[in-house]
C-alpha cells in the first residue's frame, strides 16, 4: 500500500520544515550514533499548531485501515495525537524505557490482540527506534505492517524495517530538502 506523497504536498512539507528552523546544518551526531552535516528537528515544526495540523493532515490521508497509531516518546507523540484527533482512531504512546515502578509497561493504551497498528516517526535514519517501536508492539499482540514518518534521511530505515515486514512511507525524503544530503 505505499503510496509516494503528492508532490505538492512534499513541497508544502519542506517548507513548514524549513521555514520553522526545522533544518539545521552543522556537525551532527545522530540517534543511531551516526554523524550528519545535516539535522532535522521535526519538534520546531510540531509546536506550532498550524504546522502541526499540516503534517498530521498528510499523514491522516495514509492511514488506511490501522485500527490504531502509536509512536515513540518525545518526538512522534505530537504527530500521533494530532493524527488521531483527526481520523478518530486510538494511540498508543511508546516509551523509550521501561518504567521502574508501577506496571513497568513499556507503553501507554490499548494494544488489543491482532489490531492493526500503525506506526508513526517523525524522522528515520537506520530505522532502529522504529524497530524497537514494532517489537513491542508485536509483543503486545499488535499487527505493524506499515509505518510513516515525516523525514526519511535515507540511510537504510526503509529496507531494514521491509526486511521485518514493514513498508516504511516517508512524507518527505532528506534528498529532497534544498541544501541537505546523506
Same mark, same amino acid.
Given at each position: 500500500?505505499?503510496?509516494?506523497?503528492?508532490?505538492?504536498?512534499?513541497?508544502?512539507?519542506?517548507?513548514?520544515?524549513?521555514?520553522?528552523?526545522?533544518?539545521?546544518?552543522?556537525?551532527?551526531?545522530?540517534?543511531?550514533?551516526?554523524?550528519?552535516?545535516?539535522?532535522?528537528?521535526?519538534?520546531?515544526?510540531?509546536?506550532?499548531?498550524?504546522?502541526?495540523?499540516?503534517?498530521?493532515?498528510?499523514?491522516?490521508?495514509?492511514?488506511?485501515?490501522?485500527?490504531?497509531?502509536?509512536?515513540?516518546?518525545?518526538?512522534?507523540?505530537?504527530?500521533?495525537?494530532?493524527?488521531?484527533?483527526?481520523?478518530?482512531?486510538?494511540? $498508543?504512546? &511508546?516509551?523509550?524505557? +521501561?518504567?521502574?515502578?508501577? /506496571? @513497568?509497561?513499556?507503553?501507554?493504551?490499548?494494544?488489543?490482540? *491482532? !489490531?492493526?497498528?500503525?506506526?508513526?516517526?517523525?524522522?528515520?535514519?537506520?530505522?532502529?527506534?522504529?524497530?524497537?517501536? $514494532?517489537? &513491542?508492539?508485536?509483543? +503486545?499482540?499488535?499487527?505493524? /505492517? @506499515?509505518?510513516?514518518?515525516?523525514?526519511?534521511?535515507?540511510? *537504510? !530505515?526503509?529496507?531494514?524495517?521491509?526486511?521485518?515486514?514493514?513498508?516504511?512511507?516517508?512524507?518527505?525524503?532528506?534528498?529532497?530538502?534544498?541544501?541537505?544530503?546523506?
Amino acid at each position: 500500500m505505499s503510496k509516494e506523497t503528492p508532490l505538492e504536498e512534499r513541497r508544502q512539507i519542506i517548507d513548514l520544515l524549513l521555514s520553522s528552523g526545522s533544518v539545521r546544518f552543522g556537525q551532527f551526531t545522530l540517534t543511531s550514533g551516526q554523524t550528519s552535516n545535516v539535522y532535522i528537528d521535526v519538534k520546531r515544526a510540531w509546536t506550532d499548531p498550524t504546522r502541526l495540523m499540516a503534517m498530521a493532515d498528510a499523514l491522516a490521508r495514509r492511514v488506511g485501515d490501522a485500527e490504531r497509531l502509536a509512536g515513540m516518546e518525545l518526538g512522534a507523540v505530537p504527530l500521533v495525537v494530532a493524527t488521531a484527533l483527526k481520523t478518530q482512531r486510538p494511540f $498508543v504512546v &511508546i516509551r523509550k524505557g +521501561a518504567r521502574d515502578h508501577g /506496571t @513497568r509497561q513499556r507503553f501507554e493504551g490499548e494494544i488489543p490482540t *491482532g !489490531a492493526r497498528v500503525l506506526l508513526i516517526e517523525d524522522t528515520s535514519s537506520t530505522g532502529g527506534s522504529a524497530m524497537e517501536s $514494532v517489537r &513491542i508492539i508485536r509483543s +503486545a499482540g499488535g499487527v505493524v /505492517t @506499515r509505518a510513516l514518518v515525516v523525514v526519511d534521511r535515507g540511510m *537504510g !530505515a526503509i529496507e531494514r524495517l521491509q526486511s521485518e515486514g514493514v513498508a516504511l512511507e516517508p512524507l518527505v525524503r532528506l534528498a529532497e530538502i534544498p541544501g541537505a544530503s546523506v
